[in-house]
């Protein structure tokens, strides 16, 4: 589990083919790798990734075929920065939401605009997530948890504050980029028990 609390942004240092899938090679700025073990988790962009090897300032992941085609993931190269959580451990505050690492889909940033000194984020999401996102509710895009401020029809907005902006990605996005989506686990239960 996760929170949607970036604690570093990273760097893709290599994508190296393996037999139809890939790995990466992420290096890390500020994330104590010094107790990080070959088989932790860590969010690399919202994607749960599990940790094959550890180097001095850098980590190794393995990423599925299925992972590559239902996320952003496959279009990273080297050099492209990335937003990294490890696994939530226990006695940690929770800070943002619950978030899983399962990214639920890909959806586009429509739009960007100033809101004081914040920006203002139209996003939008495939069709059949759309459901699932409302307003003043959770959504992780990126790996990042974000509130929800408006919604209407499959797109919703965010206001990405100043700290947001300078420590993830998100202060990077342009209108047209691809990001990873995670919905909030709550609406995903809801219907579930709706079901029955």
Same mark, same amino acid.
């Given at each position: 589990?996760? *929170?949607? &609390?970036?604690?570093d942004v ?5 994508v =190296?083919p393996r +037999? $139809? ?5 992420v290096a890390?700025?500020?994330?104590? #790798?010094a107790?990080t073990?070959?088989?932790?988790? &860590?969010?690399v962009?919202?994607? /749960? ?7 001095a300032n ?5 990423? +599925?075929?299925? *992972?590559?085609?239902?996320t =952003?993931?496959?279009g990273? !190269?080297?050099?492209t ?9 226990a $006695? !940690?505050p929770?800070?943002?939401?619950l978030?899983s690492?399962?990214?639920?889909g890909v959806a586009?940033?429509? +739009?960007?605009?100033?809101?004081a000194? +914040? %920006?203002r984020?139209? &996003?939008?999401?495939p069709?059949?997530?759309?459901r ?7 959504? /992780?895009?990126?790996g990042?948890?974000? *509130? %929800?401020?408006?919604?209407? $029809? ?10 947001t902006q300078a420590v *993830?990605t998100l202060?990077?996005?342009?209108a $047209?980029?691809?990001?990873? #989506? !995670? ?6 239960y809801?219907?579930? #028990?709706?079901?029955?």
């Amino acid at each position: 589990m996760f *929170t949607g &609390i970036i604690q570093d942004v990273g760097t893709v240092r290599a994508v =190296t083919p393996r +037999s $139809g899938d890939v790995e990466f090679v992420v290096a890390v700025d500020r994330l104590p #790798l010094a107790t990080t073990r070959a088989g932790d988790s &860590i969010a690399v962009d919202g994607v /749960c990734l599990t940790v094959t090897r550890i180097g001095a300032n850098e980590f190794a992941a393995d990423v +599925s075929r299925e *992972t590559l085609a239902v996320t =952003t993931l496959g279009g990273l !190269e080297a050099g492209t920065r990335v937003n990294l959580e490890p696994a939530l451990r226990a $006695g !940690e505050p929770l800070g943002g939401h619950l978030v899983s690492g399962h990214v639920d889909g890909v959806a586009e940033v429509l +739009s960007i605009e100033p809101d004081a000194r +914040s %920006v203002r984020v139209a &996003i939008r999401v495939p069709a059949a997530l759309a459901r699932y996102i409302a307003r003043k509710g959770s959504v /992780c895009v990126d790996g990042v948890s974000l *509130t %929800v401020n408006r919604v209407q $029809g499959d797109t919703f907005d965010v206001n990405l504050v100043p700290h947001t902006q300078a420590v *993830t990605t998100l202060g990077e996005w342009r209108a $047209g980029r691809r990001v990873n #989506l !995670e919905v909030d686990q709550v609406a995903r239960y809801v219907e579930r #028990l709706g079901e029955g």
